[in-house]
Protein backbone atom coordinates (compact mmCIF):
# COMPACT_ATOMS: atom_id res chain seq x y z
CA UNK A 1 0.00 0.00 0.00
CA UNK A 2 2.82 2.60 0.33
CA UNK A 3 4.55 1.90 -2.25
CA UNK A 4 1.38 2.53 -4.58
CA UNK A 5 0.64 5.64 -2.28
CA UNK A 6 4.32 6.90 -2.58
CA UNK A 7 4.09 6.36 -6.22
CA UNK A 8 0.58 7.93 -7.46
CA UNK A 9 2.09 10.80 -5.01
CA UNK A 10 5.03 11.12 -7.23
CA UNK A 11 2.98 11.08 -10.68
CA UNK A 12 0.98 13.78 -9.57
CA UNK A 13 3.37 15.80 -7.99
CA UNK A 14 3.32 19.63 -9.12
CA UNK A 15 -0.13 19.63 -10.36
CA UNK A 16 -2.43 22.12 -10.07
CA UNK A 17 -6.07 22.83 -9.78
CA UNK A 18 -8.36 19.51 -8.69
CA UNK A 19 -4.84 17.54 -9.37
CA UNK A 20 -3.70 19.44 -6.26
CA UNK A 21 -6.31 18.29 -3.86
CA UNK A 22 -6.35 15.04 -5.01
CA UNK A 23 -2.78 15.28 -4.36
CA UNK A 24 -3.22 16.17 -1.03
CA UNK A 25 -6.04 13.52 -0.36
CA UNK A 26 -3.84 10.50 -1.63
CA UNK A 27 -0.80 11.90 0.97
CA UNK A 28 -3.54 11.96 3.40
CA UNK A 29 -3.95 8.28 2.74
CA UNK A 30 0.03 8.13 2.97
CA UNK A 31 -0.02 9.38 6.45
CA UNK A 32 -2.80 6.90 7.93
CA UNK A 33 -0.39 3.96 6.24
CA UNK A 34 2.88 5.09 7.85
CA UNK A 35 0.75 5.32 10.99
CA UNK A 36 -0.14 1.68 10.71
CA UNK A 37 3.20 0.54 9.97
CA UNK A 38 3.90 2.41 13.35
CA UNK A 39 6.13 5.22 11.17
CA UNK A 40 4.79 8.12 13.60
CA UNK A 41 7.77 10.49 12.77
CA UNK A 42 7.32 10.01 9.28
CA UNK A 43 3.40 10.28 9.16
CA UNK A 44 4.31 13.52 11.62
CA UNK A 45 6.29 15.14 9.10
CA UNK A 46 3.83 14.81 6.01
CA UNK A 47 1.12 15.95 7.80
CA UNK A 48 2.73 18.88 8.65
CA UNK A 49 4.05 19.71 5.15
CA UNK A 50 0.22 18.96 4.10
CA UNK A 51 -1.00 21.39 6.35
CA UNK A 52 1.28 23.83 4.92
CA UNK A 53 0.44 23.59 1.34
CA UNK A 54 -3.33 23.43 2.36
CA UNK A 55 -3.22 26.83 4.06
CA UNK A 56 -1.92 28.17 0.86
CA UNK A 57 -5.22 26.29 -0.48
CA UNK A 58 -7.75 27.74 1.18
CA UNK A 59 -8.06 31.19 -0.54
CA UNK A 60 -9.12 29.53 -3.64
CA UNK A 61 -11.43 26.07 -2.61
CA UNK A 62 -12.69 24.70 0.62
CA UNK A 63 -9.98 22.01 1.80
CA UNK A 64 -11.25 21.72 5.55
CA UNK A 65 -12.38 18.31 5.10
CA UNK A 66 -9.45 17.61 4.14
CA UNK A 67 -7.56 19.40 6.60
CA UNK A 68 -9.72 17.79 9.25
CA UNK A 69 -8.56 14.23 7.94
CA UNK A 70 -5.30 15.30 8.51
CA UNK A 71 -5.43 16.28 11.71
CA UNK A 72 -6.63 13.31 13.19
CA UNK A 73 -3.92 11.49 11.57
CA UNK A 74 -1.70 14.01 13.11
CA UNK A 75 -3.36 13.28 16.38
CA UNK A 76 -2.42 9.24 16.02
CA UNK A 77 1.30 10.25 14.67
CA UNK A 78 1.90 12.09 17.83
CA UNK A 79 0.05 9.27 20.29
CA UNK A 80 2.34 7.14 18.74
CA UNK A 81 5.61 9.12 19.66
CA UNK A 82 4.06 8.98 23.43
CA UNK A 83 3.16 12.97 23.10
CA UNK A 84 -0.06 12.59 24.51
CA UNK A 85 -0.59 16.03 25.71
CA UNK A 86 0.10 17.73 22.21
CA UNK A 87 -2.05 14.84 20.74
CA UNK A 88 -5.25 15.87 23.27
CA UNK A 89 -4.82 19.77 22.48
CA UNK A 90 -4.99 19.05 18.63
CA UNK A 91 -8.21 16.66 19.25
CA UNK A 92 -9.81 18.76 21.12
CA UNK A 93 -9.35 22.49 19.54
CA UNK A 94 -10.78 20.58 16.30
CA UNK A 95 -13.38 18.33 17.55
CA UNK A 96 -16.08 21.54 17.50
CA UNK A 97 -15.86 22.01 13.57
CA UNK A 98 -15.39 18.04 12.56
CA UNK A 99 -18.36 16.29 10.79
CA UNK A 100 -18.78 13.11 9.88
CA UNK A 101 -16.08 10.38 9.87
CA UNK A 102 -13.46 13.08 11.07
CA UNK A 103 -15.47 12.88 14.26
CA UNK A 104 -15.13 9.70 14.88
CA UNK A 105 -11.48 9.98 14.35
CA UNK A 106 -10.63 12.91 16.09
CA UNK A 107 -13.00 11.50 19.25
CA UNK A 108 -10.59 7.68 19.23
CA UNK A 109 -7.78 9.89 19.38
CA UNK A 110 -8.72 11.63 22.57
CA UNK A 111 -9.64 8.71 24.22
CA UNK A 112 -5.83 7.53 23.23
CA UNK A 113 -4.15 10.99 24.46
CA UNK A 114 -6.08 10.60 27.55
CA UNK A 115 -4.97 6.78 28.34
CA UNK A 116 -1.47 7.73 27.30
CA UNK A 117 -1.37 10.34 30.30
CA UNK A 118 -2.91 7.71 32.91
CA UNK A 119 -6.05 10.06 32.67
CA UNK A 120 -8.01 6.49 32.47
CA UNK A 121 -11.22 7.53 34.13
CA UNK A 122 -11.71 10.44 31.66
CA UNK A 123 -10.70 8.14 29.06
CA UNK A 124 -13.83 5.99 29.57
CA UNK A 125 -15.47 8.95 30.30
CA UNK A 126 -15.15 10.39 26.47
CA UNK A 127 -15.08 7.29 24.86
CA UNK A 128 -19.21 6.46 26.39
CA UNK A 129 -20.33 10.03 25.84
CA UNK A 130 -21.47 9.42 22.48
CA UNK A 131 -21.68 6.70 19.97
CA UNK A 132 -19.86 7.85 16.24
CA UNK A 133 -21.55 6.88 13.19
CA UNK A 134 -20.53 3.53 11.93
CA UNK A 135 -17.45 4.18 10.02
CA UNK A 136 -15.36 1.02 8.35
CA UNK A 137 -11.75 2.65 8.22
CA UNK A 138 -12.51 3.10 12.39
CA UNK A 139 -13.70 -0.31 13.07
CA UNK A 140 -12.73 -1.51 16.32
CA UNK A 141 -10.87 1.77 17.14
CA UNK A 142 -12.92 3.34 19.84
CA UNK A 143 -13.75 -0.33 21.36
CA UNK A 144 -9.83 -0.77 21.91
CA UNK A 145 -9.02 2.52 23.30
CA UNK A 146 -12.45 1.61 25.74
CA UNK A 147 -10.59 -1.21 27.12
CA UNK A 148 -7.17 0.02 27.42
CA UNK A 149 -9.34 2.53 29.82
CA UNK A 150 -10.62 -0.08 31.48
CA UNK A 151 -7.95 -2.16 32.01
CA UNK A 152 -6.24 0.98 33.24
CA UNK A 153 -8.73 1.23 35.90
CA UNK A 154 -8.49 -2.69 36.86
CA UNK A 155 -11.91 -3.51 35.42
CA UNK A 156 -10.34 -6.95 33.98
CA UNK A 157 -13.46 -8.22 33.06
CA UNK A 158 -15.51 -5.73 31.12
CA UNK A 159 -11.90 -4.44 29.21
CA UNK A 160 -11.82 -8.36 28.31
CA UNK A 161 -14.95 -8.12 26.90
CA UNK A 162 -14.41 -4.48 24.92
CA UNK A 163 -11.35 -6.13 23.76
CA UNK A 164 -13.02 -9.08 22.10
CA UNK A 165 -15.96 -6.85 20.83
CA UNK A 166 -13.07 -4.53 19.17
CA UNK A 167 -11.51 -7.89 17.47
CA UNK A 168 -14.70 -9.30 16.12
CA UNK A 169 -15.48 -5.55 14.38
CA UNK A 170 -12.03 -5.44 13.15
CA UNK A 171 -11.73 -8.88 11.79
CA UNK A 172 -15.29 -8.28 10.13
CA UNK A 173 -14.87 -4.83 8.62
CA UNK A 174 -11.22 -4.79 7.47
CA UNK A 175 -8.77 -6.70 5.55
CA UNK A 176 -7.19 -9.79 7.19
CA UNK A 177 -3.72 -8.19 6.70
CA UNK A 178 -4.57 -5.00 8.28
CA UNK A 179 -2.26 -4.05 11.36
CA UNK A 180 -5.45 -3.14 13.50
CA UNK A 181 -6.18 -6.46 13.65
CA UNK A 182 -2.82 -7.58 15.06
CA UNK A 183 -3.00 -5.04 17.68
CA UNK A 184 -6.66 -5.57 18.68
CA UNK A 185 -4.92 -9.52 19.63
CA UNK A 186 -2.42 -8.05 21.22
CA UNK A 187 -4.20 -5.93 23.51
CA UNK A 188 -7.15 -8.49 24.25
CA UNK A 189 -3.37 -11.34 24.84
CA UNK A 190 -2.37 -8.44 27.28
CA UNK A 191 -5.37 -8.34 28.93
CA UNK A 192 -6.37 -11.74 29.15
CA UNK A 193 -2.92 -12.93 30.54
CA UNK A 194 -3.60 -10.39 33.45
CA UNK A 195 -0.85 -8.15 32.68
CA UNK A 196 -1.37 -5.23 35.25
CA UNK A 197 -1.61 -1.65 34.02
CA UNK A 198 1.71 0.22 33.42
CA UNK A 199 2.96 2.07 36.37
CA UNK A 200 2.49 5.73 37.17
CA UNK A 201 4.94 8.17 36.52
CA UNK A 202 4.63 8.62 40.40
CA UNK A 203 5.13 4.64 41.23
CA UNK A 204 7.98 4.65 39.05
CA UNK A 205 9.45 7.45 40.61
CA UNK A 206 9.04 5.80 44.02
CA UNK A 207 10.97 2.77 42.99
Keep these: MLAELESLTAELKGMVGPGR ?3 LMIRNNHMVALNDEERYEEAEAEGLEVLRDLTRLKHLVPVWDIELSVLANLVD ?3 GQARYEEAEAVARGNLPRAEGSTVAALHCGLVHSLNG ?3 HHEALAEARRFAPHRNR ?3 GSLGMRTAAALHGLGHRSEAEAAAREALTDCEQFLHPDHPRIRKARTLL ?3 TAGD ?4 TAEETARG
Design 137 to 139: GQS
Design 77 to 79: ALC
Design 189 to 191: ARI
Design 21 to 23: ELL
Design 196 to 199: PPAP
Design 117 to 119: QER
